[in-house]
């Protein structure tokens, strides 16, 4: 495991190699340095970091099966807290530097087909500028055979009392037994993010469809905002708000919006969710970009 660090102006990112995760993203302004993603010690593991990617798809596959192209697939659990396979393997493998500046990392990941059907080089790049950060993620497939693939992000934003999110979406879905989507309706009202609201304090765990690739956050006690912009290819985004049950150490004080190129358990749906099918050799790629701003500005 390397820790790397990065630094562009008022902007500074911390990155390991393990899991190709963040550990913080901060920006220095008027004397203070706010954290922009939740801050994780050097020895985080993914799912208390601050940022993790989703390779070679994000969140689960109902029942760890589905079917493609006539032929059945299985996939084996990656974790011990879930029956399911889980948001990818790059979260959980160790990563290699590629090249690296003073404001910019990019690094590599390769995996072979062990607890599932993917054989994939996956690459990252996590580059500062003036405006910010961009993040950038892509997926070969290397196997002998076509699959769907999908790729995302999983940050951690931190959440005041005032914070509010910006993120207009046309569809909704369900949650349903296991973490899983359940069905497609329309968006809850507490849940409508069409206009600058509030995130609730109770359980949050859904998926959003037809998001419009732009999502703003504000946190009025800091004086600050976070403009995230996506590719075109990321069109979906998982909304997850824990509570005490599910970690008991929670204090309302973080959120997850994941920027994702499809809908969870696409695989097992007959548009396979916007999940992108690869032949070998193929690739897909997207970016998403967390640029901050003085509020009010």
């Not at 609730?200 to 703003?216: D, K, L, M």
């Not at 800091?222 to 590719?231: E, G, I, P, V, Y």
């Not at 997850?256 to 193929?282: R, T, W, Y």
Request: with cysteine; net charge negative; charged share 20%.
């Amino acid at each position: 495991m390397s820790i790397i660090d990065l630094q562009d102006g008022s902007f500074s990112v911390r990155a390991s190699t393990l899991g190709g995760i963040l550990l913080d993203y901060s920006w220095a302004v008027d004397g203070d340095k706010i954290a922009l993603l939740r801050p994780a010690p050097d020895d985080a593991s993914a799912s208390s970091s601050a940022c993790y990617p989703l390779v070679p798809f994000g969140n689960r596959i109902r029942n760890n099966r589905f079917t493609f192209e006539g032929r059945d697939y299985q996939l084996r659990p990656n974790t011990a807290s879930d029956p399911h396979y889980l948001h990818g393997d790059g979260w959980q493998g160790e990563w290699s530097i590629l090249s690296r500046s003073s404001n910019q990392l990019q690094i590599g990941f390769r995996h072979r087909g062990e607890n599932t059907p993917y054989s994939y080089d996956a690459k990252q790049i996590i580059a500062l500028s003036s405006e910010g950060l961009m993040l950038h993620l892509s997926v070969e497939n290397t196997g002998t055979e076509a699959l769907p693939f999908g790729l995302g992000w999983h940050p951690y934003f931190p959440m005041t009392p005032q914070t509010t999110l910006f993120a207009p979406a046309k569809r909704f879905w369900t949650e349903a037994e296991g973490f899983l989507p359940g069905e497609r309706t329309a968006i809850p009202a507490d849940l409508d993010f069409s206009q600058p609201s509030p995130l609730p304090r109770r359980w949050v765990n859904n998926g959003f469809e037809e998001w419009s690739g732009e999502a703003r956050i504000v946190w009025p006690e800091r004086r600050a905002s976070l403009r995230l912009t996506a590719d075109a290819s990321i069109r979906h985004a998982f909304i997850f708000v824990p509570d005490t049950n599910f970690n008991p150490a929670f204090r309302h004080d973080y959120f997850c919006f994941e920027p994702m190129s499809h809908v969870a358990n696409g695989h097992n749906l007959p548009d396979l969710g916007d999940l992108k099918i690869l032949q070998p050799g193929e690739s897909l790629a997207g970016s998403i970009r967390l640029q901050p701003r003085k509020y009010p500005e």
